[in-house]
């Protein structure tokens, strides 16, 4: 099996905390593969160095075979990216957030309009691609960023914690989507998530990451062997400890807070 | 290349086309300040001048300013970009940067040229007339270089900022600075050398001066040396941001 996504020794480091340390994985061509940890971890970190928008400290990543860091366009081509956080317009109406994501990543003018209604289709708002986004729910905007991310035909589709605060049923069929687009186009797909029982039913390969390093990785049953436990959620938790960790653990928060508090204690 | 700078620029016509609110309001500054200099000061100008109109010196001092304020908004709403995450799709799709800052650019400029001829006209049911056809020519070329120039540093300030916390730091020590001092409003003639000297490093004094000299012909510098100035300063300020852009991380 060929790795569609190949990462050695990458580190992110933010002034004088280290939120990556020297990881190294490889995902292949056509799996889904999850990669898990506790808030705070590095994942989102990760994910962003991967999709281009952070530059690594080191590292060497590759996407597609080509080198994220010197051959940047080509790898962003290859891949598509459902950010954890809200990336829509909300001024303007699903349709035309699609068109805009449809010219940037340069589909063939000819092949637009029959992708993008396959797309929205496939999400279930062909119906409602008028609507201006800020009138959808967040089901609705979290299901247009998934079609939106499909539009330029990925080789890789990372999502961030793609269900994250929506209902059991939108969950579902974001799930189910997903499936298909990996069974169906032989799409590879690369997700975090906190839901553990999500990750178990869908997940061929999983990483674990916590503070920075992946601490075990392997298919769900093997990890499950290794840390001698009867769910995903289980061994999750006895990898990673039962400390809660700050929500809103991002390193940049951190650092102001740090920064912050030095300040203060400086008076 | 073009398709992309275009959906750029039609997302930001779009979004200033539907907020009426927004149109509408930023053309309440430059009437406003129209009437009440353009009236106040008036007769204290003809006075001290020997008989000139004031609102022959104001009204290019208005349209400047009028696209200097949408010019640099339009530059700074990368921040909200940012803030609602939209600016990360863009960052991630396999475009140059250079594609991104000259979209934006011309995005702005083109609505702060709107703006600036919205009230170009208004200027006009205030009494003011443009000798001929060829000197509004000349002033649009004006208009359009000081709508590249500061949409292009509301870009490049934008590309540095992570939220919108600094903006009055911006607004209160650069952008009003900049329209106070550079000759908008009253002569830049006999002014105390440390005002001078702030005046004559203003990139707008020189727009104001150029667009000034090409409807009125009343000119400091030449309406030339004008346009060779502020065209090279837009040129530089777009190279700048391209530089800040592409080390944008998202």
Not at chain 1, 23 to 28: A, E, M
Not at chain 1, 143 to 164: C, G, M, N
Not at chain 2, 230 to 237: E, N, T, Y
Request: a neutral charge.
């Amino acid at each position: 099996m060929q790795n569609i996504l190949s990462v050695q020794s990458l580190t992110k480091k933010f002034e004088d905390f280290t939120a990556v340390k020297d990881i190294s994985f490889n995902v292949q061509t056509g799996s889904i593969f999850a990669f898990l940890g506790p808030n705070g971890a590095g994942k989102s970190t990760t994910i962003k160095m991967l999709t281009t928008v952070l530059k690594p400290t080191s590292g060497e990543i590759s996407i597609n075979g080509f080198n994220a860091l010197k051959e940047q366009d080509r790898a962003r081509a290859s891949f598509g990216i459902v950010f954890q956080d809200h990336s829509l317009d909300d001024e303007l109406t699903a349709y035309e957030n699609i068109v805009y994501h449809a010219v940037i990543y340069k589909v063939p003018k000819k092949e637009r309009a029959e992708r993008i209604r396959r797309a929205l289709e496939i999400v279930g708002l062909w119906d409602r691609r008028e609507d201006y986004v800020k009138k959808y729910s967040g089901g609705m905007k979290r299901r247009l960023e998934i079609a939106r991310a499909l539009v330029h035909y990925p080789k890789i589709l990372f999502l961030d914690e793609p269900t994250v605060g929506l209902d059991p049923q939108t969950r579902k069929s974001i799930w189910d989507h997903i499936k298909n687009l990996n069974q169906e186009k032989g799409m590879t797909i690369f997700l975090t998530t906190h839901y553990m029982e999500e990750a178990e039913a869908i997940a061929d390969q999983i990483a674990i990451i916590d503070h920075g390093k992946i601490i075990e990785s392997g298919t769900v049953e093997e990890i499950k062997e290794k840390t001698d436990a009867e769910s995903l959620e289980e061994a999750f938790l006895k990898l990673t400890g039962r400390d809660i960790r700050d929500e809103n653990n991002e390193p940049a928060n951190k650092m102001r807070m740090i920064r912050g508090m030095r300040r203060r204690n400086r008076h | 290349m073009i398709e992309v700078i275009y959906i750029l620029w039609l997302r930001q016509l779009k979004h200033y086309w539907r907020s009426k609110a927004r149109l509408i309001g930023s053309l309440g500054q430059p009437l406003l300040f129209m009437v009440a200099f353009g009236f106040g000061f008036g007769p204290m100008y003809t006075e001290a001048s020997g008989g000139a109109n004031y609102m022959d010196f104001l009204a290019p001092g208005i349209v400047s300013m009028s696209i200097l304020f949408t010019a640099v908004f339009s530059g700074l709403e990368v921040i909200w970009d940012r803030q609602f995450g939209f600016l990360k799709e863009t960052l991630v799709a396999p475009i140059s940067r250079t594609e991104i800052m000259i979209g934006k650019t011309l995005g702005g400029a083109t609505i702060a040229m709107i703006q600036g001829l919205i009230v170009l006209s208004l200027t006009y049911v205030l009494g003011f007339r443009i000798p001929s056809l060829a000197s509004l020519g000349l002033g649009l070329v004006f208009m359009f270089l000081i709508a590249i120039f500061f949409t292009g540093l509301g870009l490049a300030i934008a590309s540095k900022m992570k939220d919108m916390h600094g903006f009055q730091l911006i607004m209160n020590f650069l952008i009003m600075p900049i329209f106070f001092l550079s000759g908008a409003l009253f002569p830049l003639e006999n002014l105390p050398s440390a005002i001078y000297f702030i005046s004559r490093i203003d990139p707008l004094t020189y727009g104001v001066d150029g667009l000034r000299g090409a409807i009125t012909g009343m000119s400091i510098f030449g309406v030339y040396n004008d346009l060779a100035i502020i065209g090279l300063l837009s040129l530089l300020v777009c190279a700048v941001g391209t530089v800040l852009f592409s080390k944008l991380e998202a």
